[in-house]
């Protein structure tokens, strides 16, 4: 009975001492910095900051600043759209909680193809193939679509610079009506006493 009850308590103590080893290895800082271009040496905004082989990350803000928590030996990747990803270790040689780092990025030059644009050797060709060109008819929809007002007041004709009359009533007469309607409506409101 005393040998099972010390074997019980030698696997307790030998699995609690792993247990504290592998949170010893596993040391978390906060590791900020600024992520810069390489070239001009300004910073990056919005760039991305991502811890490999895990769901997490961040990303710079618009001065290029980035802060987030990592543990010793993640692998983080810097990128950022128009440079090339820089793959940064964290060292097992940071001692202090917070550290600050400055990351710089190459830009990533990519060359294209050359496009020769070759136009129709007379205006006459392009208006021939533009003639000919044949375009797809439209389709119109029938019927009633819900949401949309198909019913055309036509009995008062739109203010143009061709019907300065419309435009008249439209800018004088209608304002002047409108107010008249206000105060007759304001006098019969009950007054309070």
Not at 103 to 130: G, H, M, S
Not at 147 to 170: C, R, W
Request: aromatic letters at 12%; hydrophobic letters at 40%; proline letters at 6%.
């Amino acid at each position: 009975m005393r040998t099972h009850l010390f074997r019980y308590l030698l696997i307790i103590v030998v699995f609690l001492i792993t247990i504290s080893e592998a949170q010893a290895q596993r040391r978390l800082t906060q590791l900020s910095g600024v992520i810069i271009d390489k070239e001009y040496q300004y910073p990056l905004p919005y760039a991305t900051v991502e811890i490999m082989n895990s769901y997490r990350g961040a990303a710079s803000n618009s001065q290029g600043f980035f802060s987030l928590v990592v543990a010793v030996g993640d692998t983080l990747r810097f990128s950022s759209v128009g440079y090339k990803p820089r793959i940064f270790i964290v060292p097992d040689t940071i001692t202090d909680i917070i550290t600050s780092i400055g990351v710089l990025l190459d830009r990533d030059t990519v060359f294209l193809n050359t496009v020769e644009i070759y136009p129709w050797p007379k205006r006459e060709d392009f208006k021939d193939a533009f003639l000919a060109m044949r375009m797809a008819e439209p389709q119109f929809t029938m019927g009633l679509i819900p949401g949309i007002k198909t019913h055309v007041d036509t009995t008062q004709m739109a203010p143009t610079i061709f019907n300065p009359i419309s435009l008249f009533y439209e800018s004088v007469i209608v304002p002047i009506e409108y107010n008249r309607k206000k105060k007759n409506k304001a006098k019969e409101l009950p007054k309070w006493e």
